[in-house]
């Protein structure tokens, strides 16, 4: 099992850039696929990107593609999340999740999920 914490958070101006991080406890950091879902007021949870176990896969939503990086550090038991570009439709809480085995994109694949951290992106 491993338990998840999202952090970095925060209002910016659109065109701006941050950069979230999720740090995880418990054992065997490595052997988690990680993947990062928002969900904006009103909206379904929608997938974002994910990372393979040893961060040499990654996949993207299309909506971020060329603007966000997914990265792992798995010495440090983190998996990032830089945000470039910022657009107020990129406006949600934004969730760090885990799973064993392959990276996938689908929401009911995942079963460790952490709070969430919210990001705002003014006009």
């Known amino acids: 099992q491993v338990q998840l914490v999202e952090s970095g958070g925060g209002l910016v101006q659109a065109g701006g850039s941050l950069r979230l991080s999720c740090a995880a406890s418990?054992?065997?950091?490595?052997?988690?696929?990680m993947g990062w879902f928002r969900q904006a007021p009103g909206k379904e949870r929608e997938f974002v990107a994910a990372?393979?176990?040893?961060?040499?896969?990654?996949f993207y939503a299309d909506a971020v593609k060329g603007r966000f990086i997914i990265s792992r550090d798995n010495a440090k038991n983190t998996v990032y999340l830089q945000m470039n570009s910022l657009k107020p439709e990129d406006t949600a809480v934004y969730y760090c999740?885990?799973?064993?085995?392959?990276?996938?994109?689908?929401?009911?694949?995942?079963?460790?999920w952490g709070k969430g951290t919210q990001v705002t992106v003014s006009s």
């Open positions: 418990g054992r065997a950091f490595s052997t988690y696929s």
């Open positions: 999740t885990a799973r064993t085995g392959a990276a996938q994109i689908a929401i009911f694949l995942y079963s460790y």
């Open positions: 990372v393979s176990q040893s961060g040499g896969t990654t």
